[in-house]
């Protein structure tokens, strides 16, 4: 058996967000399992149906378990993995490898924070190495303006290049009925916004709000006598280089690289083939890495691609949703990637909708670039 | 009563890194080397994270780097490092051939830049430990 057998065998059936606003009068687990059932109902499935729960959230010791707690569901496969924003991206892969196994038939994968109504800051559970605590770094937002120094100065990407990801983000946000954050931005407004930790500003940095998010994967031949038209997982990849911004190989390039080349072996395609792409963006310069290590452009090439155009219109659309930037970002972004892929595939999207969107593909980041995955969905028939 | 300023956060000095801390706290600089592969590493861990001997050993590091990437830091939340805004957070490249995080202090901020030379300096910081910083080559107050 290679990992091509698995492509293409698993289906997602179902997508819901849930919670997301600056306000709740939900608990965590309860936006989870709200999201979860709601996901259900798309799929026209029920929480008997489910027998593999993943879930992560940094409230929970044990997200999946709590989950399953909360919705009365004894699982056959269980899975917290945490690797930061990324973990529900990874956990896509995780469902697949239990489905075709045999180990369980419907997964639901979720998640909620309700960060902005309870420290109205970014709640992480992140631990702090002894070599960093001394030197007053912010995080994660430090290390990614670190890395965006390194890479304007090894590749010259430009301060102007990196603000136009978050006008991108805006024209996107302003056609999404969901948006937070629907007022369309200027790149001369992001660069007067306020510095945090240079060279990142105020707008290059994500919202900070409440909300969670579901999905839900079947079997490649119990998706078919559903009713909705399914999106198959045709490949997924997870990797990380490391954990803490001290032990970054490198500030430029991520284990992007090496998620994104594993979820192309297995789909079997390659960047060319894809035709919406959603991309963790809780800073600017992510959307750059991400453009560049998954090889939709060649190392360094992301800002001449930014200037050519990732908003509404353009011929490789990203962050349809208008991202952790304008959309919403409670905390951890990963779940609102697969949900806008599948509905891109599903032709559910509305004014965002791009026409004829047949291959998705949605590359989580976590913690500072540590956690990387992949996941490249197409729509079936 | 009277409020005591707040003070610099502390390192955890246990375990693999508790040779580091020592000499730091002498004003030497030690840097992880592995006497298997003889190549050094960081962070001090007790086995080496590129061959995976436990022949782990320290030599002393001249104290000398190069800035391989910055950011100055504007806006903070914390009681003691609100009282340093704006400060710059660095990744210094050791001569050793290691990476490390540290401040860089006594240098005008609009002066940073990738690839400038710093050098080593240590400041106490409470309960025994003195921590390691860095300041352009050739400057300091």
């Known amino acids: 058996m290679s990992q091509r057998d698995l492509s293409a065998q698993v289906s997602i059936v179902g997508v819901a967000t849930a919670g997301i606003g600056w306000e709740t009068q939900q608990s965590v687990a309860e936006i989870m399992a709200d999201a979860a059932c709601k996901a259900l109902d798309d799929a026209g499935l029920g929480v008997r149906d489910v027998d593999g729960v993943f879930a992560v959230t940094p409230y929970y010791w044990m997200p999946s378990v709590a989950l399953a707690d909360q919705l009365g569901i004894q699982p056959k496969v269980t899975d917290s993995t945490n690797i930061g924003g990324a973990s529900v991206v990874a956990h896509v892969g995780h469902a697949v490898r239990a489905i075709v196994a045999g180990q369980c038939e419907v997964a639901v994968i979720a998640y909620a924070s309700t960060q902005r109504s309870d420290a109205g800051k970014l709640v992480t559970g992140a631990d702090i190495l002894p070599y960093e605590r001394p030197y007053g770094a912010l995080f994660p937002i430090s290390g990614y303006a670190m890395v965006t120094q390194r890479h304007m100065y090894e590749y010259g990407t430009t301060r102007e290049q990196l603000a136009k990801v978050a006008v991108a983000a805006s024209q996107w946000a302003s056609l999404n009925p969901e948006a937070l954050k629907p007022e369309p931005l200027t790149v001369a407004e992001v660069l007067a916004s306020p510095l945090v930790s240079d060279p990142l500003r105020k707008l290059d940095i994500c919202l900070v709000t409440n909300g969670g998010g579901a999905i839900v994967l079947t079997s490649r031949d119990r998706a078919k006598k559903l009713r909705k038209r399914a999106v198959s997982v045709l490949g997924t990849g997870e990797s990380h280089s490391h954990c803490y911004v001290t032990n970054m190989r490198s500030f430029t390039a991520t284990a992007g690289v090496e998620s994104g080349r594993a979820a192309f072996e297995m789909a079997g395609l390659g960047p060319p083939d894809i035709d919406v792409v959603q991309i963790y963006d809780a800073f600017t310069i992510m959307v750059a890495l991400g453009l560049e290590d998954l090889g939709f452009c060649e190392k360094g090439g992301a800002g001449a691609m930014i200037e050519a155009g990732i908003g509404p219109g353009s011929k490789l659309p990203v962050n349809t949703t208008g991202g952790g930037l304008r959309y919403c970002h409670p905390g951890m972004f990963g779940i609102f990637l697969l949900v806008e892929a599948v509905r891109q595939l599903r032709n559910e999207c509305g004014k965002r909708q791009v026409e004829n969107a047949r291959t998705a593909l949605a590359h989580g980041f976590g913690g500072v670039l540590a956690g990387n995955a992949t996941v490249i969905l197409a729509r079936d028939g | ?141």
């Open chain 2, 1 to 141: 009563m009277s409020e005591r300023a707040p003070t610099r956060p502390l390192p955890d000095i246990r375990n693999a890194g508790a040779m580091f801390w020592s000499k730091a706290a002498e004003g030497v600089l030690v840097v992880p080397k592995c006497n298997a592969c003889s190549r050094t590493f960081w962070h001090p861990r007790p086995r080496c994270p590129h061959c995976g001997s436990e022949q782990v050993g320290w030599i002393r590091g001249s104290g000398a780097g190069t800035v391989h990437t910055f950011t100055v830091v504007r806006q903070s939340g914390d009681p003691y490092f609100k009282t340093k805004l704006p400060y710059a957070v660095a990744m210094i490249d050791l001569d050793e051939g290691v990476r490390i995080m540290s401040n860089i202090v006594d240098t005008p901020l609009e002066g940073l830049r990738i690839g400038m030379r710093v050098e080593v300096l240590f400041e106490a910081a409470g309960e025994g430990i003195a921590i390691p910083l860095f300041r352009a080559h050739g400057g300091g107050a």
